[in-house]
């Protein structure tokens, strides 16, 4: 069987031989287009290239974009299941020529790949061409040689293709697959067009114009063509099939699904497998590229999805979560093509059981409910709007899921009672947060929330992103517009700016308006749960309500935050390891610079606790692995060993970080697992290199590191290894003897010092260095030796009055020394006179004369000072006065 693997190959491999380039899918969630709400065909990544606002190193290309038509303007929500060819998910086989081939060649390649390559008989085909296009119509009778009968001329929009209100567009002319008369349905055109015998295969756009608003058509500078064919219809047509669920993707997954409900895939209940594959695919590809359930936009397009596929499971008797069973399966037949379905696998099944595990503890006692209210309404009666609201209000049960259910009774619901209760409880909502005490200045943000609903955060998976301005705020209020010069804050529907919050510092960057006028963004805020506030000033032109907007963030820097934010968990794990398990988080700030982390800890860090600290933050950098995030309950996530903050309150989800390998036995087997909103590195090798830069103590118990990474970290090594070199180069020592050689001089300097002390003592008491060079006089039957000495430091007249007393055997010694303008004095009695005179009372004599009071010691030696140094002459001169008495 050719596999519908085999046909995306043969379609990609044809039109690389013809030239093209082989371009991957785009992601799902459109980075190039804020209106949009998922990819929903081939063209959305070349958009900007068919207008010429962009330009690729290529001008033919070919694609298998992943397409997804649910919520938005294409939702095939309802008919998916129900229906041969519906789906919420589809893979569109594409090729593009930007300005290069036009018609003739599009069609003649198209042809070729048809007949030839896919080897469909020509007489089974059929084509439609827009009515004015008479072009095409002389070129299918060429090319194809079509005759006339087989080239239907279309008159409507079938056959004009237009992206959206504005944007690129032109005529198109579609390739028709007729399965035969023995199944009802008619050509293109006519009455029984939507029967199943002629069945639409391929899509030539030829893009010629672009509407730029309503009204207001210009021709594309370059012609070229975009081509739309869905793999699961081509794929049915190869193998043989009439229904796209029939092909070899569809039918692994149905039969795994058989398999585990014990339900006949191809029974009463085959609708209900074939609603859960198709929901599979789209809920593990949205999961894959970045988008999770939530209760809002794109999140909840997602949970909308996941929930119908989890009644339908219901429906075929599973009690226990099925739907992440068989994720294998998906991943067996699409895992190669797509590699991001294999990498996030764990990250699918998860989010998946987890959603399957709170939706099944409602989803029972809602059915019953709604049973209970059903049996009561008569005929086709509608169901009441409030008892709908219950439903989705306490039970989970998303509006549409409701509808699903009660389709099959040839019932509705009640909607204008549905609005008015979800209005009602809004209302209340409010009422409650005004009393609720939070300060009145952020009341703005509350209004701004109702207003415009959250912004919605593509920032995980993105750096650049295009959005619609949802609010300006200017001095606390609403404004509708900001000119140049204005410092505001600007709100988009969605935005790659992340937000400030969990330590991590807010995005900057830049916000180009589709007018040209500029927004320098100093710092992003999260206000309200869910709203991204980007502060900053219009430098160029206006911005206002509506306008689209290119959002650019500065990646260099969110490159540095995020390396910063992966080292603080891998930090923190290291800590405990080192220093043991009572270490916790006391607080972070993760910042581009570098990163601080407060911890539990009552004494300082030692110098090898910092060097293992960093040695093992290291190793897990050099290992390289793969950072991984996922969304659980607070309790699973704590249960696997994640570390939460204690006394943080955490929402009903909580996103889980893990990274690095584990060298001992954690239950979750890799070596960090945190729960944190933050932006990450991919592999733990981005951080590059870390190093703690200072360790000290911010409260009684609290220890900080503050830490670098990467090129930080280095300049920091850098740094310190210069200025050893340039001390090495001073002591003319090696780098690594510097530490031994500084300790020898200070030894050195030690026993220097000592000697200088002594030799200056020496000439002291020798009569050198006195400016008053008397000898010991008599007075009064005493000998005294007065001194004025320079350049004795205070501290070493003590010992120098000591030596002059066994120098002079016996008498009374004055040594004043001045320094800085202050005089100090020390009188020494030898022990045959302290019973005549104290040295106490002497020095006190000295000092008063220097203009200082007291002084202290013993009979035999005293010491004190005095502030006005000029007078030492007089202070010697007072203390031989106090001889005479
Ligand atoms: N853009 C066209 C479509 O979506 C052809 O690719 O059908």
Redesign the pocket.
Known sequence: MTTANDIRSTFLNYFEKNEHAVVDSSPLVPRNDPTLMFT????VQFKNVFTGAETRDYKRATTSQKCVRAGGKHNDLENVGYTARHHTFFE?L?NFSFGDYFKDQAIEMAWNLVTKGFDIPQDKLLVTVYSEDEEAAGLWRKIAGLSDDKIIRIPTSDNF?Q?GDTGPCGP?TEIFYDHGDHIWGGPPGSPEEDGDRFIEIW???FMQYEQIEPGNRVDLPNPSI???MGLERIAALLQGKHNNYDIDIFRAIIETCADLTGVDADGDQAASHKVIADHLRASSFLIADGVLPSNEGRGYVLRRIMRRAMRHAYLLGARDPLVHKLVPSLISKMGGHFGELKRAESLITETLKLEEQRFGRTLEKGLRLLEGETDKLGGKEALRGDVAFTLYDTYGFPLDLTQDILRGQGRTVDQAGFDAAMAEQKAKARAAWAGSGDQTTETVWFEVKEETGASEFLGYETERAEGVVSAIVADGKPVLEAKQGDKVSLLANQTPFYGESGGQMGDMGIIISAEGAEFKVSDTLKKVDGLHVHVGEVTKGDFKIGESLDMLVDGDRRTKLKANHSVTHLAHEALRRVLGDHVTQKGSLVAAEGMRFDFAHQKAMTAEEISEVENIVNRQIRENSSVATRQMTPDAAIEEGAMALFGEKYGEEVRVVSMGSSDTETKSGVYSTELCGGTHVERTGDIGFFKISNETAVAAGVRRIECLTGQAAMDYVNSHDAKLGEMAAVLKAKPLDVADRVYNLIEERKKLEKEVADLRQKLAVSGGGSSNKQEAKDVNGVNYLGRVLSDIPAKELKPLVDAMKKEIKSGVIAAVSVSEGKGSIVVGVTDDLTEKFSAVDLVRLGSAAMGGKGGGGRPDMAQAGGPDGNAADAAVSAIEAGLVG
């Open positions: 929903n065909a081939g063209m569109m594409g293709w992206m198109c899509n030539l756009v975009d081509t739309g």
